[in-house]
């Protein structure tokens, strides 16, 4: 269950009506009071409410014009009508009007009660399908973390000590080694697992728009902004906002991300009040940001502000059988799980470097289930995998030749298999760059770049 308090605004112009709502609901959540439509709509703007209970006659801005304006909201609280009018047709009006439910005064208590549990229990339930509808969606269906090597057997170790608690958490780890997926399973063992799961890609968004996705936007706060826009921190309370790649955000967004961690409020760009937000961010890079901070590409306050904890994710290559386990299992999501693995096919698997980490793993066997007939053999991978059966992997330590091949095959076969596992792990290092990945490799840079080609190895795999 959510450790969230929902929280409410009583909205009458009757003090002792409102006092009487709290009292009856007793402690269990927290409270606004509010004596006009007015006051109402500017605590929305200021807070994120999870319920409004409404009375319908009040002067000035009276509850149906209140909830005309609450409908326009980004996102509306659902709205509970209260009213001494207890005629069938004033209900049926207000749920009409936008109002999921209506309590005539005097009202019994348990009524109430009932009226708002069973009210938050379905704004819940509609929050995770659409949550679980997203996932679906983003993770086609392979959103599990599979492996029993020791290394992953640490990992989840760390994953369950840490998902109670709601410690800001750096996840750690080369592209496509499944930073998303563990910073899943970290909200979904967490107290906030009925809340929603926001994820955002940093890198993907172009600069100009990077601080509007966040933070939200008003209508007009800039060219092409036509209507309000909550953000996605907005979107996350109550649960867990996940912001990968944090390491390519720029410096202006890191400052405002910063006082949004210290103060939990979002000001939307554009003005208006800030909003309070309770959000668990985790966060993941496959930077070094100590360097980028050292190169002041990245805060340094930031840094420790995500880094209350940190998880580091192994890259596949040294994942040992687990390779084997996940390469079945994107068999079978490809619709193959009849296909079994050649010896020859394991071992190239055991062998490669896996530059690319378990997304390239799953494209190589998505190719092999299309053109495999019955076993998976290496020429049904791509062409530097199934190559890699004779090679070395640095992780493995030896040369294991294929049968009937001679020596001269096999040498080739090995120093091939010896130029892809340096030079990729060079290039990692050095997060792709080729001048450094060069120098460190004593070669001159145009030769690095035809090898590269050679071996068909792409230096944006590792940036």
Not at 152 to 161: A, H, I, K, N
Request: hydrophobic letters at 40%; glycine letters at 8%; proline letters at 5%.
């Amino acid at each position: 269950m959510s450790s969230i308090r929902h929280r409410l605004i009583v909205c009458d112009d009757e003090s002792a009506a409102r006092r009487g709502i709290v009292r009856a609901l007793g402690g269990a959540y927290d409270f606004i009071e509010c004596g006009s439509g007015v006051e109402c709509l500017e605590q929305l703007e200021s807070g994120v409410v999870d319920l409004v209970l409404l009375d319908l006659r009040m002067p000035g801005l009276d509850g149906r014009a209140t909830l005309e304006r609450i409908l326009q909201l980004p996102q509306p609280p659902p709205v509970v009508m209260v009213t001494a009018d207890s005629s069938l047709r004033t209900a049926i009006d207000a749920v009409k009007a936008g109002a999921v439910d209506f309590l005539a005064k005097p009202y019994e208590i348990e009524e109430l009660r009932w009226i708002v549990e069973r009210t938050l229990d379905t704004t819940n339930l509609r929050r995770e399908n659409h949550a679980l509808r997203a996932e679906v969606q983003r993770l086609g269906g392979s959103g599990e973390l599979i492996g029993e090597s020791p290394v992953m057997q640490r990992l989840f170790s760390e994953v369950e000590t840490v998902a109670p608690t709601t410690a800001s958490v750096l996840i750690r780890g080369e592209t496509g080694t499944g930073k998303e997926l563990v910073a899943r399973r970290i909200h979904q063992l967490s107290g906030a697992a009925s809340g929603p799961f926001v994820a955002l890609n940093c890198a993907a968004v172009p600069e100009s728009l990077l601080e509007s996705e966040l933070f939200g936007h008003r209508k007009g706060a800039f060219t092409g902004a036509d209507h309000d826009r909550t953000g996605r921190f907005r979107e996350a309370h109550g649960g867990t906002l996940f912001l990968d790649e944090i390491g390519d955000m720029p410096l202006a967004a890191q400052a405002k991300l910063l006082r949004v961690l210290q103060e939990r409020l979002v000001e939307p760009l554009g003005g208006g009040k800030a909003v309070r937000v309770d959000v668990r961010v985790l966060a993941a890079t496959h930077r070094d940001l100590l360097d980028l901070a050292r190169q002041q590409r990245f805060r340094e306050d930031l840094y420790y502000r995500l880094r209350v904890i940190e998880i580091t994710i192994p890259p596949l290559a040294k994942r040992g059988d687990d390779i084997l386990r996940l390469a079945r299992y994107f068999l079978g999501l490809a619709g193959r799980p009849e296909c079994e693995l050649h010896p020859d096919t394991s071992n190239a698997l055991r062998l490669h470097s896996w530059p690319g980490n378990v997304r390239e793993l799953r494209n190589a066997m998505e190719r092999a289930a299309i053109f495999c007939r019955g076993d998976v053999q290496p020429r049904d991978l791509p062409s530097e995998i199934g190559r890699a059966g004779p090679g070395i992997n640095p992780e493995v330590g030896v040369i294991n030749p294929p049968a009937e091949v001679d020596f001269q095959k096999a040498k080739a076969l090995a120093v091939e298999s010896f130029e892809r596992s340096f030079l990729t792990a060079t290039l990692r290092r050095h997060q792709g760059n080729i001048s450094r990945a060069a120098r460190v490799a004593g070669m001159h840079r145009q030769n690095l770049q035809k090898k590269l080609r050679q071996l068909g190895i792409d230096p944006d795999d590792f940036r």
